[in-house]
């Protein structure tokens, strides 16, 4: 995977933004970032006033976008893993950890197949309440459409998770699918050992077209 690049909003009167400057440029020279761009806001406030950009420093690093100062390690490890499904989940969950989930419901209206990313939330039992119910507003703004479908598999092996609440999250979201392939995985859960995810299986079964 290709190195990814950098965008750096700073202003001249910026007591951190040096710091993050010259972080930025030591992971450009080690490789770690394809390459960087820095503008001054002061100079160039179009720039921020197009990205909503209020406040600096501000780093894009791909798709990954970080307001107030990180480390070098910081920015090295959302650097090593940008692009990956696995950053992006990290991505979205510091988001709806932070309450930002305006921003992550517009990235994936941009970019559909990004939802993806959201599926290792549902299946983190450390994710906080606050946490997985993001995830779900997430998922259920795709009711019903190819992009929810496409991942009725990964949706499938959730709804055979160790943990009941992943269970029943699953179950609820195979629903949405609007799919009646996902009955399979349904009709095995109406006999689970949890009463709340046999009660979400049925309603979701009832929700879906017949098998044909």
Same mark, same amino acid.
């Given at each position: %995977?290709?190195?990814?690049?950098?965008?750096?909003?700073?202003?001249?009167?910026?007591?951190?933004?040096?710091?993050?400057?010259?972080?930025?440029?030591?992971?450009?020279?080690?490789?770690?970032?394809?390459?960087?761009?820095?503008?001054?806001?002061?100079?160039?406030?179009?720039?921020?006033?197009?990205? *909503?950009? $209020?406040?600096?420093?501000?780093?894009?690093?791909?798709?990954?976008?970080?307001?107030?100062?990180?480390?070098?390690?910081?920015?090295?490890?959302?650097?090593?893993?940008?692009?990956?499904?696995?950053?992006?989940?990290?991505?979205?969950? %510091?988001?709806?950890?932070? *309450?930002?989930?305006?921003?992550?419901?517009? %990235?994936?209206?941009?970019?559909?197949?990004?939802?993806?990313?959201?599926?290792?939330?549902?299946?983190?039992?450390?994710?906080?309440?606050?946490?997985?119910?993001?995830? *779900?507003?997430?998922?259920?703004?795709?009711?019903?459409?190819?992009?929810?479908?496409?991942?009725?598999?990964?949706?499938?092996?959730?709804?055979?998770?160790?943990?009941?609440?992943?269970?029943? @999250?699953?179950?609820?979201?195979?629903?949405?699918?609007?799919?009646?392939?996902?009955?399979?995985?349904?009709?095995? $859960?109406?006999?689970?050992? @949890?009463?709340?995810?046999?009660?979400?299986?049925?309603?979701?079964? @009832?929700?879906?077209?017949?098998?044909?």
């Amino acid at each position: %995977m290709s190195a990814p690049d950098a965008l750096l909003l700073l202003s001249t009167h910026c007591p951190h933004c040096p710091a993050v400057l010259a972080a930025l440029a030591d992971l450009l020279k080690q490789g770690t970032l394809g390459r960087l761009e820095a503008v001054n806001l002061e100079q160039h406030p179009e720039v921020g006033q197009a990205l *909503g950009v $209020r406040s600096v420093p501000w780093v894009r690093i791909g798709r990954i976008e970080l307001a107030g100062v990180h480390t070098k390690a910081e920015l090295a490890e959302w650097a090593a893993k940008a692009d990956s499904e696995e950053g992006l989940a990290d991505y979205f969950h %510091m988001l709806l950890k932070q *309450g930002q989930l305006p921003r992550a419901q517009a %990235m994936i209206e941009a970019e559909p197949a990004l939802l993806a990313a959201v599926l290792p939330i549902v299946g983190n039992v450390d994710a906080s309440l606050n946490v997985r119910l993001g995830a *779900g507003v997430l998922l259920e703004t795709f009711a019903g459409s190819d992009t929810l479908r496409t991942l009725l598999p990964q949706l499938g092996t959730l709804s055979q998770h160790a943990d009941a609440r992943v269970r029943a @999250d699953a179950c609820h979201y195979l629903g949405l699918t609007g799919e009646a392939a996902a009955r399979p995985w349904l009709d095995a $859960r109406t006999t689970d050992d @949890d009463a709340d995810v046999r009660e979400i299986a049925a309603e979701s079964l @009832d929700r879906l077209p017949p098998e044909t």
